[in-house]
């Protein structure tokens, strides 16, 4: 999804993690992978949206997302940040002296609540197209919820809405590399005194509706994105072990037409 002329993202450095070998380690270089991937994708889907006129965003499960204040906003932007009141507690605090780029809006409420009533009570407007972004969420999420989430989606996007989103298909192999990332990540949550196996709080692809074909199937336009040629695109050739990996990867945008609403 190329970035449309005058919307373009703020570039920021991209995340790295030192190794000692001067080599990235397999998991290390799985992360930045996907780390990269994501990010460049739903930078360019912002940009895109923007360019087409969309002025309301909500971010899902928000977390540490910095995009109201890394990107490049168009005038009278609103960004909605939905995540737990703690989490954005945390995050209202590291970055109070830190302006958004855009009108940020943080509602705290969690997902398994009545947020789209948060929403509307915090301004959102059900008449104006929205960008949504589920960004990592889903795995988090049984099948019947996700479609819960997706139906809640639909029924507040006004037609020229989309929605870009991303998740793991199918059951990966388990593997040397995939050991080692497991172990690394607990290492640092516990360094960071967390005892939690975020495995565990993943739900299985199997069982769940394919995002791409709920919205198809509800008349909206779905694009997807082939990570390996994103990831080419920016510059960052794969070797084919990653490539097979890369391929389990969902990256999708749907935009709403007139019909469906």
Excluded at 93 to 108: E, F, K, Q, T
Excluded at 122 to 146: C, I, K, M, S, V
Excluded at 222 to 241: M, N, S, Y
Aim: proline content about 7%.
């Amino acid at each position: 999804m190329p970035i449309p002329q005058g919307a373009r993202a703020r570039q920021t450095p991209a995340t790295t993690v030192p190794v000692r070998t001067g080599q990235a380690k397999p998991a290390t270089a799985r992360w930045r992978r996907c780390s990269s991937l994501a990010r460049s994708y739903f930078d360019e889907y912002f940009a895109a949206a923007s360019a087409a006129g969309i002025r309301q965003v909500v971010i899902l499960a928000s977390g540490l997302d910095a995009r109201a204040y890394r990107l490049e906003w168009p005038s009278g932007t609103v960004v909605f940040e939905i995540d737990q009141p703690k989490v954005l507690e945390f995050k209202n605090s590291v970055l109070a002296d830190v302006r958004p780029a855009a009108d940020r809006r943080a509602i705290g409420v969690d997902l398994r609540q009545d947020w789209p009533k948060e929403l509307w009570d915090n301004g959102f407007d059900p008449t104006a197209p929205t960008a949504w972004l589920a960004e990592g969420l889903l795995r988090y999420l049984p099948g019947e919820a996700q479609d819960r989430l997706f139906g809640d989606i639909a029924a507040l996007s006004a037609p020229g809405s989309r929605i870009a989103l991303n998740i793991g298909r199918g059951r990966r192999e388990d593997s040397p590399a995939l050991r080692t990332a497991r172990e690394r990540r607990k290492r640092l949550l516990a360094e960071a005194g967390i005892t939690l196996n975020l495995e565990e709080l993943w739900y299985p692809w199997e069982g769940r509706t394919d995002p791409r074909e709920w919205f198809t199937a509800r008349g909206w336009a779905v694009t997807t994105g082939d990570p390996v040629t994103l990831l080419i695109d920016h510059g960052r050739a794969q070797p084919e072990a990653a490539r097979a990996e890369l391929d389990h990867h969902i990256l999708m945008t749907a935009t709403r037409g007139d019909e469906n609403r």
